[in-house]
C-alpha cells in the first residue's frame, strides 16, 4: 500500500478555476449548460488533460467520456468521476469536483508511478443537471441501462432542441458501446450542497444512501368571495386550505422524523387580492426519505389529509405526482471503505445520507457504489456563491486516492 | 299615515336599468368609474330625474348632489342616498339602487300627493367605491367633515389624475356649501353583497353597524435553501412561516367567534421553486369586527403569534398596517324603525351587520343613520353578475318607503 501518498492541493484547484473559466459568470460561479458551445469547451478542456494524464480517453454515443488507466491485469475498471455540466446559475465544485478530483488522483499515481492491479477510470457523464433537458442524471441513466439512447436523444430541452441534435452539434458522441466499459466499483467525490458536515464541524461525509423523492402537486378550486360579508361558515377558501396543508407538511415530517423532509415550495393564489377569499391555489410539496417505506406513509398521510380538508371546506382537489424516486441505498462494504480511509488520514468522518440526485446513484444499480461528500459553506450549492475551503478539496480527494487504491489493488 | 302606499316595482327596475347602460360591459353588469365621462353621463340621467320628480338640486364642491322635496316645515331633511359610482366590474345595483330607491320613493310620494312634515332629500355622494380615488367613501367623508376638501381634491388617483382636475372636468362640483344642508336622520337602501340573507331566507336586513376593518401585511425574510440536503432543523422557512400563520388566522377566528371574520388573501413566495426553500414570503391578513375589543384582541394575538413564530423559525419580520377602521353601529332607534317597518309590510327581516363599507357609516357621525338590506344571489357583488330579485328590490324600497315617511311625519 501507499499509505503516505497524498495528492497535490494547489494542482487540484488550479484545475477547477481553469475549468470554472468557461462559460464564467460576472461575480463568481460558471454557466456550461448540458451540449452548449460552452460545454463543448469544457469537453475539449478535460479530455485535453486526459491525454496529458496518458489515460485512454473514449466516449459513447450519449457524449459519456471515459479515461482509462489500464492496470497490471485486466477486467472491469474501479471508476471514478461525475460530470462537468452545470445548472444556469452554477458554482464551479458541483460535479466538477468529482472529475478534476479523479484526473488529481490520476497524476498523483503517474509521479508516483504506481500501477494498480486493476485498470482504474475517469468518467463524465452528459447532462447530470437536467437544468437544460429532463431528467437529471441522464448520461448515466443511459450508460446503465435505464434509458435508451433513442428516447435521449428525443429529449426536447427547454429551448426545443434535441439532445440528439446537441450531441451532433458538439460533436460529443463517439465511438464507443453505450454501457462500456463493465465497471469493478464506482465512487465519487462531491461538495455535500446541504449544510450538515459545516454545522457539525465535520470534513467528510461517508455517503450510505440517497434519498427517495416525492414531488406532488395540488391545486384546490374553492369560491371566490368578499373577505367582510362572506361569515367563516359559508366560505370555501382555497387559500386557506393551501396554508392548512401546508402547515399539516411540517407536522407530518416533524411526526415522522429521521430523515425525512419536507418542503412547500411553489405557492399561488389567485384572485390574490387583501380582501378576497381565494378561489383557486396550487402548491407543490416535496417529501423526502432515505427510507421508501416511510416516504410513502408520508404520502398517503398527506393525501388523507387533503382528502379530509377537501370534504370539510367543500373545495375541489386536482393532484399529480410531478415526480418519484425510490431511495438509492449504497454498498455498505464501499461505505466501510469510505470512512475507513477517512479515518486513516485522520478527518472526522460521519455517515450520511445525499439529498441530493447523482450519477453514483445510477451506477449504483451496476456495481458497488458509494460517494465522498466534503463541506459546503453555509450548504450552498446551485449558486455562484458556492464554495468548499481548499483543504476540504484536499482532503476528499485523499480520500478518494486511497478508496481507489484500496479497490484498484 | 300611509300604510297603503307602495312603491312602484317596474318604475324602478326600469331607472336601474336605464342607468346601468351608461358604461355598460359585455355580458352584463357596467363600469362608471368616479369622475370619468361615465360617472359625468351617469350624473347627469339621475339629475334630469331629479328635475323631472321636481326635486331642487344642488351639488357641493366635490360633487356630492342633493335632490331636496320641501316638507311642510322646514329644518334638516331626512335623508336617503347613497352613490353612483361604480368598481371596474361593477354590477348596476351596488350604490344605484340606494339612489334609485330613493327616487322611486320621491315618484311614488307625488303620484299620492303626500307632503311630508319634514323634508326629504335623496343624494348621491361622490367616489365611494374608492376604486379609482382611495380612500373609498370620499364624497361622504368630505361631507360629514372627515377629510378637508383641499385634502381630496389633491387625491391622486390610479390614473395619477387628481380628484379636484376630474371633478373640473366633468363639471361635477357645485355651489352649495361642504356639509350643508344638515341631516335630521339617514337612512341607505343597499344590496347585501354577502350570502347571509340569502341563505336564511330572509328578504330583509336591519343593519345594526358597520364591522371594524384591520389590514395587516407581513413580510418574512429566511434564508434559501435546498429542499432535500438541508435538514428541518436548520432552516429557516419563509414560506412555512407565512402557511402556518395563515392556519393561526382560521383557528384565532374560530376562537374569538361571533362576527370574527378572518381572510389571508393575498400571498406571494420566493423563489417560488418545487425543491427550494423559500427565503422571502409576503400575505395579507383581512380581520373584521363589529365589536372593537375583540379585533383589537385578533390584532394582538396575531401579532403575538407571529413574534413566537419568528423567534422559532429564525425569521426576520417585517409588519405594516394597511388600512384600520373602526367598527360604526347604528343608531339603535334607526335599526327598530327598519325592523318595524319590514315587519309592518309582512317581511321577513334580521338584524344584521355590514360586511363591506357605505355611505351610511360616514353619516353616522352627524346623524341617526340605519341601512336596509336586501339578499345579493349567491352573495356575489363588485362583479357583472351581481343580481337582486325584482321582488327584493321592491321589498327593500317598499321598507325604505316606511321608514322616510315614519320619520319625516
Not at 464551479?92 to 482504474?120: F, H
Not at 415522522?256 to 378576497?276: E, M, R, S, Y
Not at 462494504?333 to 472526522?348: F, K, P
Request: hydrophobic share 40%.
Amino acid at each position: 500500500m501507499h499509505d503516505a501518498l497524498r495528492i497535490n492541493r494547489q494542482r487540484l484547484i488550479n484545475r477547477l478555476e481553469r475549468l470554472g473559466e468557461i462559460g464564467a459568470l460576472p461575480g463568481g460561479g460558471c454557466c456550461r449548460l448540458a451540449l452548449t458551445e460552452e460545454d463543448r469547451q469544457g469537453r475539449e478542456l478535460v479530455i485535453g488533460w486526459m491525454h496529458e494524464l496518458g489515460l485512454q480517453v473514449s466516449s459513447d454515443a450519449m457524449g459519456n467520456v471515459f479515461g482509462l488507466r489500464p492496470g497490471t491485469e485486466d477486467g472491469p475498471p474501479v471508476m471514478t468521476g461525475s460530470h462537468i455540466d452545470t445548472v444556469r446559475t452554477g458554482g464551479i465544485y458541483d460535479g466538477n469536483l468529482g472529475v478534476l478530483g479523479g484526473l488529481e488522483v490520476i497524476e498523483t499515481l503517474n509521479e508516483a508511478g504506481i500501477v494498480t492491479r486493476r485498470p482504474l477510470c475517469v468518467a463524465f457523464f452528459t447532462n447530470e443537471e437536467g437544468a437544460r433537458f429532463a431528467p437529471d442524471m441522464m448520461g448515466s441513466l443511459v450508460y446503465v441501462g435505464g434509458m435508451s439512447l433513442e428516447d435521449a436523444r428525443a429529449t426536447q430541452g427547454i429551448d426545443d432542441q434535441s439532445v440528439g441534435d446537441c450531441l451532433d452539434a458538439i460533436g460529443a458522441g463517439g465511438e464507443a458501446p453505450v454501457g462500456k466499459p463493465d465497471v469493478h466499483a464506482f465512487v465519487e467525490v462531491h461538495i455535500e450542497q446541504g449544510p450538515v458536515l459545516e454545522e457539525s464541524g465535520i470534513t467528510i461525509g461517508a455517503v450510505e444512501k440517497v434519498q427517495g423523492i416525492s414531488w406532488q402537486e395540488f391545486s384546490f378550486t374553492g369560491i371566490s368571495n368578499h373577505a367582510g360579508t362572506t361569515p367563516m361558515r359559508l366560505r370555501h377558501d382555497a387559500g386557506h386550505a393551501a396554508m392548512a396543508t401546508g402547515a399539516f407538511v411540517r407536522d407530518l415530517v416533524n411526526r415522522i422524523g429521521g430523515d425525512q423532509v419536507g418542503t412547500v415550495g411553489a405557492f399561488d393564489i389567485k384572485p390574490n387580492l387583501v380582501n378576497v377569499v381565494a378561489n383557486h391555489a396550487r402548491f407543490t410539496v416535496d417529501l423526502r426519505n432515505t427510507d421508501n417505506s416511510r416516504l410513502k406513509q408520508a404520502e398517503q398521510e398527506l393525501q388523507a389529509f387533503v382528502e379530509r380538508l377537501a370534504e370539510r371546506e367543500g373545495i375541489e382537489v386536482e393532484h399529480r405526482t410531478l415526480a418519484r424516486f425510490d431511495p438509492v441505498p449504497f454498498d455498505p462494504g464501499m461505505v466501510d471503505r469510505v470512512e475507513a480511509a477517512a479515518q486513516a488520514l485522520g478527518h472526522s468522518v460521519m455517515r450520511m445520507p445525499s439529498g441530493a440526485g447523482h450519477d453514483a446513484q445510477m451506477l449504483a444499480r451496476v456495481c458497488p457504489t458509494s460517494m465522498i461528500f466534503v463541506p459546503s459553506v453555509d450548504g450552498v450549492s446551485h449558486n455562484i456563491n458556492e464554495f468548499t475551503a481548499p483543504e476540504d478539496l484536499e482532503a476528499g480527494t485523499n480520500v478518494l486516492l486511497r478508496v481507489l487504491l484500496d479497490l484498484a489493488e
